[in-house]
């Protein structure tokens, strides 16, 4: 059994909460709630500790020096690559690069791949549910090669109307790039359904898991997914690192997407021959310490078992979004069956930010605004909402306080 479960075998949150440093503080002299975890999630001291004992004990260069500092940092960094190959259930480690995040994976392979493959009258599909980062990187590559980007649309509940997405494609499309769970609303999108019927008309997959990997299960051999981009810091790891994962045949078709050291095998003036995958993607001296501590973030969730994190969370999301629905004027925005631990809402009267600096206040920590979803806020017709989101060290009593911030900030303003 694992340390972090009670001896019932279910999960021990007081045990789960004492690794989480950063919990045990009073903001604004209340206890800290904090509830921004789709932005990014707190580090237990296992990660933290990790970092710390690269940059003490064996910082060095990688796969450059052969003294035995650079020995082991490069083992240490190349172990990580394993244990993420692991926990995407990828086929080869060669097909995980390091990135800095899920933005860094999909810029990737729009410029690699877009630039390689698409051409004028080509089309591209998105969701209207999608992130910036899942955006904007196809309008720079579709405004340079002459492709069009058409958009899955958003159903009232904030699902996908897979309908309309089926009659969509057609033999010109040649990308499909949406994510597996929406940061705004939560939707876990059918993305299987999506590959598959993809598949039919020829067209290449980007799944953009930035909100799947600490709550749902991802195998990308099952998916049959191209590529597939995740962050560290959403899955209890550092910032400024992260993983794509692309099929090997792609991802040796496809030119470097940045030149530098490390990428190449052979340079001269005349002729540059490039390295094999994945180090054709990771020009210069990369983010080692924040790798590294990206796999024992990685071995924290797998320790306490994302399953059982998963149905934790979301028995969290169903008494929050219970206690939400009650308050007066309540508009909840993104109402699937099938979410992760976000819970969205607009109280009718009240700006968003206001809610979140009065939240503050009490030392709740949300997220409000536009989430860097635009597109989907006009879809609601909303400037923004609030955000709550959930991990697996939030507790229900945190959960009444927040509710019970709201109801005082209702009877504050109206
Ligand atoms: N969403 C949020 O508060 P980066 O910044 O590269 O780690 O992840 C970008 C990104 C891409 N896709 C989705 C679905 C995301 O949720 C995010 C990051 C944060 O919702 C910060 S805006």
Redesign the pocket.
């Known amino acids: 059994m694992s340390e972090t479960q009670t001896t019932k075998g279910i999960l021990d949150i007081d045990k789960i909460r004492s690794h989480f440093p950063v919990l045990h503080q009073q903001v604004n002299g209340k206890p800290l709630v904090y509830f921004?975890n789709?932005?990014?999630s707190q580090k237990p001291k296992v990660v933290i500790e990790t970092i710390n004992d690269y940059y003490e004990g064996y910082n060095a260069n990688i796969h450059r020096g052969i003294h035995t500092l650079a020995e082991k940092a490069t083992k240490a960094f190349e172990e990580s690559r394993k244990t993420i190959k692991s926990f995407i259930n990828a086929n080869e480690t060669e097909e995980i690069i390091f990135t800095?995040?899920?933005?860094?994976?999909?810029n990737l392979v729009a410029s690699s791949y877009g630039r390689k493959n698409l051409s004028e009258g080509d089309e591209i599909i998105i969701s209207g549910l999608?992130?910036?980062?899942?955006i904007v990187p196809w309008q720079i590559v579709a405004e340079e090669k002459g492709a069009t980007i058409k958009v899955i649309p958003v159903l009232a509940d904030g699902t996908l109307d897979m309908e309309a997405y089926k009659s969509l494609l057609t033999d010109k499309t040649k990308i499909v790039a949406v994510?597996h769970?929406?940061?705004?609303l939560g939707t876990i999108n059918p993305v299987k359904e999506i590959i598959d019927a993809a598949h039919g008309v020829g067209a290449k997959v980007l799944i953009?898991g930035?909100?799947a990997a600490a709550h749902l299960p991802i195998d990308v051999q099952a998916l049959d997914c191209d590529f597939y981009?995740i962050?560290a810091?959403?899955v209890y790891g550092p910032?400024g690192t992260?993983a794509l994962y692309g099929k090997r045949t792609l991802l040796e078709a496809m030119p470097p997407y940045q030149g530098g050291g490390e990428m190449i095998k052979h340079v001269s003036f005349e002729k540059t021959t490039y390295n094999d995958i994945p180090y054709k993607f990771e020009a210069g001296t990369p983010n080692i310490g924040d790798v590294i501590g990206f796999q024992k973030a990685i071995e924290f969730v797998n320790e306490v078992g994302k399953a059982s994190m998963a149905a934790y969370e979301s028995e969290l999301l169903n008494y929050a979004t219970e206690k939400v629905a009650k308050i007066q004027d309540m508009q909840l925005i993104g109402t699937a069956k099938k979410k992760v631990s976000v819970l969205s809402f607009v109280i009718e009267g009240i700006h968003p930010f206001d809610i979140g600096q009065m939240l503050d206040a009490r030392g709740v920590a949300v997220?409000t605004g536009h989430?860097?979803?635009e597109p989907l806020m006009d879809r609601f017709g909303i400037e923004g909402t609030v955000?709550a989101?959930f991990a697996v060290y939030n507790t229900k009593e945190e959960i009444d306080s927040m509710v019970d911030g709201l109801n005082r900030i209702v009877r504050f303003m109206k």
């Open positions: 921004d789709a932005a990014t800095k995040g899920t933005t860094e994976g999909i999608e992130h910036h980062s899942n994510n769970a929406s940061n705004s953009d930035a909100q981009a962050s810091h959403k910032t992260g997220r989430h860097c979803t955000r989101s």
